[in-house]
């Protein structure tokens, strides 16, 4: 058994599509229409065939509560892999990304949260 997609849910399809493409640097996958929302997925470029995100549409009248309460704790909806967090962290600060967590060393990992401007913290993690 293994992850095949997992989901983030967006305030925005379009807006989530151009951030976590043209920022973070995921591919566009999957978009299919469904009604007025869309099944569209994005993957990273360096594993096409690997897991998917879904850009999950936040309609559902748990999900605002359920996002609010994650971010007004600071906890992360989800974490990304990166070879180096510190260099990651100026990359993305050079294009204006929110960091709700500057780069922290914890024992093995380094760690920040980004805002991805569709009502989520994203935590970027690399291990030594």
């Known amino acids: 058994m293994r992850i095949h997609v997992s ?6 399809q379009e807006k989530a599509l151009r951030f976590y493409t043209d920022v973070l640097g ?4 999957h978009d299919v229409p469904m009604g007025e929302d ?3 997925t994005v993957v990273s470029p360096e594993d096409p065939e690997g897991t998917e995100l879904l850009l999950e549409p936040s309609g559902h009248p748990a999900v605002q509560p359920y996002k609010t309460a994650l971010v007004e ?4 909806a989800t974490s ?15 294009l204006g990304v929110n960091f709700t ?8 990992v380094t760690t920040a ?8 913290l994203i935590q970027i993690v690399h291990s030594k």
Not at 26 to 29: A, I, L, N, Q, R
Not at 80 to 94: S, Y
């Open 101 to 108: 967590q500057e780069p922290l060393e914890m024992g093995p």
């Open 73 to 76: 704790d600071g906890i992360p």
């Open 80 to 94: 990304f892999a990166v070879d180096d967090v510190r260099a990651e962290f100026a990359r993305l600060r050079e």
């Open 26 to 29: 995921f591919v566009k996958k």
């Open 38 to 40: 869309r099944w569209l």
């Open 7 to 12: 989901s983030v849910f967006v305030d925005d």
């Open 113 to 120: 949260v980004l805002d991805d401007t569709c009502g989520n």
